[in-house]
């Protein structure tokens, strides 16, 4: 089996959901972000990256995806909007919102997606916790929503399609389960 560092920082990326009480440095966000405009996209580059360091801005991301979780279909966001306890953000000092631009000829979902794998892995790679975060998005499907967007200067056009939380790791041991067998299908 061919091994190398990129496989490696692959296959021990894990989504951190305890983080410490400080702030990354500012060079390993900008690795971070740098390796997110790397991604590969079918042209243009049509995804805005919004970065949320803001201690009170975040808790206001939090309140609101929860607030929004209390109204929705699904019982189990239901459940976590409803639960005080929870943060959508893990407690992450950092929180990266991955936008694409809707006037985009073709569908943003999948730039966006790359884009944000991309900060990930280069986050693993340089030692940062991070975490792939749906719940945080529902905050734009609140009351309090085209509010926020203009707070994070979500340029006009732009969907929020992805986001990410980044710090550094609590703990240091993380498990790393078997995959799933029977993942693959060959046609040769």
């Not at 000092?93 to 900060?119: H, K, M, R, Y």
Request: net charge negative.
């Amino acid at each position: 089996m061919i091994v190398n560092e990129t496989l490696k920082i692959i296959k021990q990326r894990r989504s951190i959901r305890s983080f410490k009480d400080e702030q990354i440095k500012e060079e390993e966000l900008q690795a971070v972000l740098e390796a997110g405009l790397y991604a590969p996209n079918a042209g243009g580059q049509a995804w805005h990256f919004t970065v949320i360091q803001d201690t009170e801005l975040l808790n206001k991301l939090n309140i609101a995806a929860k607030e929004a979780a209390k109204h929705h279909g699904l019982g189990h966001l239901k459940e976590l909007g409803i639960d005080e306890t929870f943060n959508c953000l893990y407690g992450a000092p950092t929180l990266v919102i991955v936008s694409g631009n809707e006037q985009s000829p073709i569908p943003l979902d999948a730039d966006c997606a790359a884009a944000t794998q991309n900060l990930l892995l280069a986050a693993e790679s340089i030692g940062l916790g991070s975490c792939w975060i749906f719940f945080v998005l529902l905050a734009f499907y609140s009351s309090q929503g085209p509010e926020l967007r203009k707070e994070l200067k979500i340029p006009e056009g732009y969907k929020p399609y992805y986001s990410a939380v980044f710090g550094y790791k609590k703990d240091t041991i993380i498990y790393v389960p078997d995959r799933k067998p029977d993942l693959i299908t060959y046609i040769r």
